[in-house]
């Protein structure tokens, strides 16, 4: 994909977004479908030529949507999911488009920084990354993620000190 190829199918993928999350509410809130549903409604092979994006967009409509429990429906009560708000939408975008690997503080030390920088905005993350942690003292962004929340949940319960 070229970057004029992939600067127009990026318009189409942000409108078929905005138009998704707009149709919401009018979607069944739980998946509509049974096992194996998905697997017929995709190809048994790979396709010999590229598909057009306006293909892969149809392809979305048929035969991911049906597949989707829509936490973000008003009539949803269960998860909470993080990526709520259309903005997390473009930060993941910004983020992918990068194509970094945020997988250790090596391989991209900025998103580290940021989520500490970030995470001292507000109390309860704020403990979540201390000052003095001079970075995750974990191997993957999974595993820095579960240690936060690990932390945060520890510090909400324990004793004040002193």
Known sequence: MTPDEFRQAGHSLIDWIAD???KIPELPV???????????????????????????????ERAI??????????MHFGWFPSNASLASVLGDIASSGMGTLG?????????????????MKTPIAGRCCPRHWPRPSSRTW???TFQRVSYAQW???APPAG
């Open 155 to 157: 510090a909400q319960r």
């Open 30 to 60: 739980r998946a509509q479908v049974e096992p194996g549903d998905i697997r017929r409604a995709l190809p048994s092979h790979p396709p010999q030529e590229r598909d057009t994006f306006s293909a892969v967009l149809a392809d979305l």
């Open 103 to 119: 997988i250790s503080w090596e391989s991209w030390p900025v998103s580290v920084t940021i989520t500490c920088v970030m995470s």
């Open 20 to 22: 998704y999350r707009e």
């Open 65 to 74: 949507v049906p597949g989707v429990t829509q936490v973000q429906h008003p």
């Open 142 to 144: 999974r595993q820095a």
